[in-house]
């Protein structure tokens, strides 16, 4: 079984910052992709930054400048430092991750979601 626990939501002035945290945990053999999408209310999942194994990233174009991902692959644990937050940028953020089980098989796993709300 495995386990992905997020940190570091909250609330934040416009112009602020915040790092949010995502450590997997449990039965992993390898961690392929680990990203950070959100949701806001009455919207779709939307993916916000990816990174690879390797650490090859993507982001979406609205976070591009502002947004980092990170990675330690050593704890198996991902990063996502938010600078110059904007209003629109309120939501709920999920971490997720494509990890490789002992059976040597792949699966999808989604952390519990952490709120971040941008207003002053």
């Known amino acids: 079984q495995v386990q992905l626990v997020e940190s570091g939501g909250g609330l934040v002035q416009p112009g602020g910052s915040l790092r949010l945290s995502c450590a997997a945990s449990?039965?992993?053999?390898?961690?392929?992709?680990m990203d950070w999408y959100r949701q806001a209310p009455g919207k779709q999942r939307e993916l916000v930054a990816g990174i690879t194994g390797g650490g090859r990233t993507n982001y979406a174009d609205s976070v591009k400048g502002r947004f980092t991902i990170l990675r330690d692959n050593a704890k198996n644990t991902v990063f996502l430092q938010m600078n110059s937050l904007k209003p629109e940028d309120t939501s709920v953020y999920y971490c997720?991750?494509?990890?490789?089980?002992?059976?040597?098989?792949?699966?999808?796993?989604w952390g519990q979601g952490t709120q971040v709300t941008v207003s002053s």
């Open positions: 997720h991750a494509n990890i490789v089980a002992a059976n040597q098989l792949e699966y999808s796993y």
């Open positions: 449990g039965s992993i053999f390898s961690i392929r992709t």
